[in-house]
């Protein structure tokens, strides 16, 4: 069946630091792709998506582009503030399916 | 802007005892989910369903049930509480996917202790 697998955390980085975490993904079509964020007590909430291969997600200054070739869709930000610190989950669904998520990524930003 | 609400935001049950879950949803969605989320094991799908009175099982669904029958209501059940069900329990919810993919939207998520 379909699966996703990202980089294990936590991950700990400096403020004004680049990010990546990583995301690859099998599944049996052509998925569609989803980073969901998880801040401190509460429930998840989209960051960004892609629906096609070379699609390239971004909201927030995060981005994410759908590697088919690879298929990945790594999670990137330039420059991550303290409020960043959360939960990133990376995620797929194909048609007419319910979402498949990976175990989630902890990040935790330090002034 | 889309809202999910869940009954509680903390639980504590025995052992033993029927356990509702509810959640409520306000835009009109077909589609209602209810995961567990766990450390290190990521949100776990337990039921869902694509229409009222209707019911598939996730990845998960011993030891749970699942009611729907208003739209905008989706209770999530556990007959007989035990340990290993001491969760948190995420309902989300999402449009209609017309042979394609909606975004699901989230509640805040309930975090069930089972003594």
């Known amino acids: 069946g379909d699966s996703v697998t990202q980089m294990e955390g936590p991950v700990t980085l400096s403020e004004e630091a680049f990010l990546t975490i990583n995301c690859t993904y099998t599944?049996?079509?052509?998925?569609?792709l989803f980073w969901y964020v998880q801040y401190p007590g509460e429930g998840l909430q989209l960051l960004l998506k892609a629906t096609k291969a070379d699609d390239k997600g971004s909201n927030k200054g995060f981005e994410a582009t759908y590697r088919k070739e690879t298929t990945s869709f790594h999670l990137e930000k330039g420059s991550v503030q303290v409020s960043d610190s959360a939960v990133y989950f990376c995620a797929l669904s194909e048609r007419n399916t319910p979402l498949v998520f990976g175990k989630g990524t902890r990040l935790s930003v330090i002034a | 802007d889309v809202k999910v609400t869940q009954s509680s935001r903390y639980l504590v049950k025995r052992t033993g005892e029927k356990v509702f879950l509810e959640c409520v949803q306000d835009m009109d969605h077909e589609n209602m989910f209810w995961y567990r989320q766990d450390p290190g094991l990521g949100l776990r799908l337990i039921y869902f369903?694509?229409?009222?009175?209707?019911?598939e099982k996730g990845d998960i669904p011993e030891g749970y049930s699942v009611s729907r029958e208003k739209k905008e209501r989706f209770s999530l059940i556990l007959e007989s509480a035990s340990t290993n069900q001491t969760s948190m329990y995420l309902c989300?919810?999402?449009?209609?996917?017309?042979?394609?993919?909606?975004?699901?939207?989230f509640g805040p998520g309930t975090r069930l202790t089972v003594l």
């Open positions: 369903s694509y229409d009222v009175k209707m019911k």
């Open positions: 599944a049996t079509g052509y998925p569609s």
């Open positions: 989300a919810s999402s449009l209609e996917q017309r042979g394609g993919v909606d975004t699901q939207y």
